[in-house]
């Protein structure tokens, strides 16, 4: 029996298996963003502004300082696409209530509306794809997903998820 799971972990651990997963990946990530992008490019946005956008409405009242640390971005990157968004209406700073220092991090209602648009858009493939797939197969993309992370970024999203 010891044979039969080595010979079928040895399958899935051949190089033009793991490169077919890679290719596959990248071209999940390209269709997935692809509806997302075309609305971004109609009002000047882009990937950048979307990932912004997305964990500042998951995580309202966040600290610029957290958003850099899950973006692993420079702070001139961050201070570009946060300053377009403010500029533009969708996002607003407010200054910390204990700690003057910290700017935390809000959607406007305008931010709201865009980053739900761009939201549900995405959440429509996933449960597209969910429901063709079955729920064992769902676990074990996540469970795939989170090994490719690294360790830190696996330790703040469990984290994350436990507390809401």
Known sequence: MADIKSSQKALFLRKETLRRGIELLFYAYRDFTSEADSILSEIGLGRAHHRVLYFVGKYSGMTVSDLLSILRITKQ????????L??????RQQIGDTDKRQRLLFLTSKGSALEARLTDIQCKRFANAYLQSGASDVAGFEQVLNALLDEHTNHHNKSKI???
Do not use: M, Q, T
């Open 86 to 91: 403010i500029a533009e209406g969708y996002v």
């Open 162 to 164: 436990e507390n809401g």
């Open 77 to 84: 990157s961050l201070s570009r696409v946060l300053s377009h």
